[in-house]
């Protein structure tokens, strides 16, 4: 299992060449019991919680502006279990970030609903990688982007204006693979729209959008990935 890639520093990204390996992957195969008992006392404190399926990384490498690397689908509650000591797994987590940027330059985040593990935390909207997001066994990153955000806050970003490339940004907590997508809308009446759908939604998934408007526009509860994202899109408003 390898993981050799720049950490903490935001890396440019030509190309994702993660596959899905049918194989299970070892952490969740070596911990059944203890993925059994943890899962219990999270179902306990939030009962809402789906033991649904989504994907755990075995490697991962940057070389050339590429990342490349190999994952395996896990239950969430092997997720769950894992989160609590990643650095002891030889597994890591990677996601993406669909970076919503209005038409007036700001952007558009999100703040989860109190039901969710990540209850009042702020970050774009998102989901772990499944295996819905995989072609013939290579994740498409833009189609988890697309279907993420427009789950959780009605947006569909289908037609958006993207930029030109990928980014990512790998820390201790996982890989953020990121890139932006343009609305002509300003921030305000993207806020409308996504509290509108928020409101419709029996148990939706976030409590509120989220505007930033410059690099220091740091909101309470904010995701700790989230700061180099922010600072990084107002000072490269070409990248």
């Known amino acids: 299992m390898s993981f050799d890639l720049p950490r903490n520093v935001i890396l440019p990204v030509d190309d994702v060449d993660v596959r899905l390996d049918p194989n299970p992957h070892p952490f969740e195969r070596n911990n059944e019991a203890a993925i059994a008992e943890n899962w219990r006392r999270e ?22 502006s590429r990342l490349v ?26 996601y993406a970030h669909a970076v919503l940027v209005a038409g007036d330059n700001a952007l558009v985040a999100i703040r989860m609903g109190s039901h969710t593990v990540n209850a009042g935390r702020v970050y774009f909207a998102a989901g ?14 833009d189609f988890n982007m697309i279907r993420e955000v427009g789950e959780e806050t009605g947006i569909d970003l289908s037609a958006a204006r993207r930029g030109q490339r990928y980014h990512a ?7 953020v693979i990121f890139r932006r997508y343009h609305v002509p809308e300003p921030a305000e009446e993207v806020a ?8 419709t939604e ?12 410059h690099a220091g526009d740091l ?10 994202l922010i600072e990084w899109h107002f000072a490269n408003e070409l990248a």
């Open 219 to 228: 909101p309470d509860g904010l995701m700790g990935h989230m700061k180099p």
């Open 202 to 213: 029996a148990q939706p998934e976030i409590e509120s959008p989220v505007i930033i408007r």
């Open 128 to 141: 772990s990688f499944e295996p819905v997001d995989f072609r013939e066994g290579l994740v498409d990153v």
């Open 69 to 94: 690397g190999r994952c395996h689908a896990v239950r969430y509650s092997t997720f769950m279990l894992w989160r609590k000591s990643p650095e002891l797994s030889g597994a890591e987590h990677a």
């Open 43 to 64: 179902m306990a404190a939030k009962p809402a919680l789906f033991d649904g399926t989504v994907v755990l990384l075995s490697a991962l490498s940057y070389r050339d």
């Open 192 to 199: 409308r729209r996504i509290s509108a759908f928020v409101a």
């Open 169 to 175: 940004l790998s820390t201790s907590s996982g890989t």
